[in-house]
C-alpha cells in the first residue's frame, strides 16, 4: 500500500431516508449531521465521494443520510430542498448551513467548518488540508477519471483512492411527483364510483 494512503472502513457510514420520522430522528441528533439531497439522476460519482468522505477518521463523529427526493420529494421542498444535488447541514434539528450543486472545495471547507466549530471530530488539521489539497488538483480531470475508470490502476482492497466530483449545478426537484400522486387518486376515487354505478345498475336491471 502506497504510503500516505488513507485505508476506509469496507461499509458505507452513510444511512438512507426511509420516512418523514426517520429523517426528523437524524436531524434531531446532537453531533453534526449532514443530509445528502439526491435522486435517480444524480451523477454517481457524487454518491460515490460522499460514501468515501463519511469513512473518513476526521469525519467519524459526524452522521451522514441520503436522502432520495424521487421519493420524498414534498418533504424535501417542505424542508426548503428545490434542487439536487444539495446539502444541508444539521446539528439538535437547526438547520445550520446548507449548499446546492457540487463544488467540492466549498463542500469540503463548509464541512470542515462545521467540525471545528463543534467538538464533534478531532480530526488532525494536516488531515482536512491534505484532502482539501488532493480536492484541488484532480476535480477537472475527476469526471474523465470516471468515464474511463477501467484503465485506473489496481489498488488494494482495503484501500480507496478518494477522487472529486466534478463540478455539477443543482437542478430543481420534481413536484410533479406529488401531483401524479394526488392525479392517480383521484382516478382511483373515480374507478370506484363508476363501479359502485355499474352494480347499481345492474341490480336494478335485474
Known amino acids: 500500500m502506497a504510503r500516505g494512503a488513507r485505508r476506509l472502513a469496507p461499509l458505507t457510514r452513510v444511512q438512507p431516508v426511509n420516512s418523514e420520522a426517520g429523517f426528523q430522528k437524524q436531524i434531531s441528533r446532537s453531533n453534526l449531521v449532514l443530509v445528502y439531497f439526491m ?29 432520495d427526493t424521487d421519493k420524498f420529494s414534498s418533504l424535501a421542498v417542505k424542508h426548503g430542498v428545490f434542487t439536487t444535488p444539495s446539502f444541508q447541514f444539521y446539528r439538535n434539528k437547526v438547520l445550520l448551513d446548507s449548499m446546492s450543486g457540487m463544488v467540492s472545495q466549498r463542500f469540503i471547507k463548509m464541512l470542515d467548518e462545521h467540525c471545528k466549530s ?9 488531515g482536512a488540508s491534505l484532502i482539501v489539497l488532493l480536492l484541488g488538483v484532480v476535480a477537472v480531470g475527476a469526471w ?26 443543482a437542478e430543481p426537484v ?33
Open 39 to 67: 435522486n435517480s439522476r444524480s451523477p454517481a460519482d457524487i454518491t460515490k465521494y460522499i460514501n468515501q468522505i463519511s469513512k473518513l477518521a476526521e469525519y467519524r463523529k459526524v452522521t451522514f443520510v441520503k436522502f
Open 118 to 126: 463543534s467538538k464533534d471530530s478531532r480530526g488532525s488539521p494536516f
Open 144 to 169: 474523465n477519471w470516471f468515464g474511463n475508470h477501467k484503465n485506473a490502476k489496481k489498488t488494494e482492497v482495503a484501500t480507496e483512492q478518494i477522487e472529486a466530483p466534478a463540478n455539477v449545478e
Open 174 to 206: 420534481k413536484k410533479e411527483t406529488v401531483e401524479e400522486e394526488e392525479e392517480e387518486e383521484e382516478e382511483d376515487e373515480e374507478e370506484e364510483d363508476e363501479e359502485e354505478e355499474e352494480d347499481e345498475e345492474e341490480k336494478e336491471y335485474v
